[in-house]
């Protein structure tokens, strides 16, 4: 009881009169019976800022489809895509249209536009409460958007005094500065959470840029995947994650996120590599470019070279790890002392088999994982690149503070790519730091490892050890963010024979058509019902040829359609959008982005197909949301609160003076 008075005496600090608790209660009662606020679901973006961006700023196709509905007829299409092109990008298209309109007045254009853009509004903040709303608007503007947001056009008490605001607007020179706060406004309450189920980085130019995007949004959670998971590793300390992030940025010739975006200095790199591999043209290690790559030959080379000498230092590293991690069970990923130099050729298994390249000056036969001097120091300039970053460190901080291995929300378990299970279905045991774990238990464990990564300053030991984790989730079998059998990274440069290449997905993998396995983990992370699901990305849905992202009668939902440039040719689609809104689920699958030049001048959106993957009966509410059952929480303590005051156990503090 005295703790129990300790937490109302806290409480009464907010809310220090009767009065203050009870319209408090009468606020939050309310906000149980508003709609539920819109979640999106995205996955493997792996690096593709200009699309991923895009998607965002038309809300998976949500605002074209709001502006559809709100104008139907009354706008020509023309008229709709303009007005769409000028919520998505205000600034890029106010300057285009003045450009267009030099001639003319654009008074009239204005104030069109203006009206428009307030109706949008008005749609997509009526779910929400006005206190809401006015958190998401720019303090310079609040005022005059919540008057023109909450006063009909068609009052005709008020259609003089709005009309007013928007001339005074207009002759005040503020029209552009307020056209593009109205458009971020619409952008922002149209999305209410956003979750990002990993595979941030890799491949694409862009994770930097998404990165500072994400690390500023109003509501974004990450569950972490293996490409993510590498990056940080990288920024904890372990040379082998460094390397893995180094080797492919270079294998995709993906310099930019390196040495623009983060400012890693590629240098002594270089200088190493031309001197080992002057001689070699490395033609299994030329970057993976576009026919209009911006690269010419000579850099490409060079690149190649680069690309070769940090595999070469990965496989080395990685070597390193293996040996002194033997509860891995990955001793078959060490390769290098099974090359036979005489024959040119490397054991896999119970074969030899010929190797396509065997030029490797700094491989010594006899000690083939010890590093070079001039490769150490290469390794040592690199890792300090990475672990003294300010910017680096600020995204892996945010991955941190806003993410985890897994979420549970609103009857959705989300993680990036698999819960390892047994050939029978049942959950899989991984030894971590000498005790078994499975199950959710698996996951937590995973968890705190990955911060101790990061985080941890006392333990040198355990600090060493989840460095060493971090690479192991990256590629080792059973890791949950990854779960194949190996990553044939080795394979696939030196060796010709496709068998070699195959990566063998882990048992998920084959259950996860299985509705009684899916309820299984559903059920081991507290989630029970029919309108329960798991969310995963990690494995690119061939839609070409058929395959559905649903999975296990609606169970399961496979989310990665192909951000990434190179996966499209597999998916034959360039992404998905899972949308969650009160009416149920809808997917949103989209089409390749062509570029921002052409969404702003020629108003070329990404088309995207909707369908509904599950409606509900009755409208979802907040009340029925994990918030909503926090609101609940909180009424139920204000409540306590009223008794203690009325029972003279706490006394009400800051009384106002009555009113006579």
Known sequence: MAKDLKYLELLSKSFPTVQAASTEIINLEAILNLPKGTEHFVTDLHGEYDAFQHVLRNASGVIRRKVD????????ENEKKELCTLIYYPEQKLKLVKAREKEKNMSDWYKINLVNMVRVLEVAASKYTRSKVRKALPPEYSYIIE?????????NNKHEYIYSILNTIIETGSADSFICAIAYVIQRLTIDTLHVLGDIYDRGPGAHKIMDMLCGYHNVDFQWGNHDIIWMGAA??????MANVVRICLRYANLETL????GINLLPLATFAMDAYADDPCACFRPKVDADSKYDEKTLSLIARMHKAMSIIQFKLEGEVIHRRREFCMSDRNLLDKIDFEHGTVRIGEKDYAMKDMNFPTVDPVHPYKLTQEEKSVVTK????????SKLDRHIRCLYSKGSLYLVRNSNLLFHASMPLNEDGSFKELTILGKPYKGKALFDMVDKVARAAYYEDKDSKLKAYA???MWYLWCGPYAPPFDKDKMATFERYFLAEKETHKETLGYYSQYKDRKDICEMILEEFGLHGEHTHIINGHVPVKTKKGESPIKADGRLLVIDGGYSKPYQSETGIAGYTLIYNSYGLMLAQHEPFKSIDRAVRDGVDIKSLTRVVESVDKRTLVGDTDVGKELKEQ???LKRLLAAYRAGLIFEKNIPASRK
């Open 147 to 155: 008057e023109l947001i909450h006063e009909s056009l068609n009052d």
């Open 69 to 76: 509905e709100l104008f139907g007829f009354q706008l020509k």
């Open 635 to 637: 009424i139920k303590d």
């Open 382 to 389: 690199l890792l300090n690149n990475f672990t003294n970053n």
């Open 259 to 262: 040495e623009d975006g983060y």
């Open 467 to 469: 460095q060493d984790f």
């Open 236 to 241: 904890a300390g372990s040379a082998a994650c």
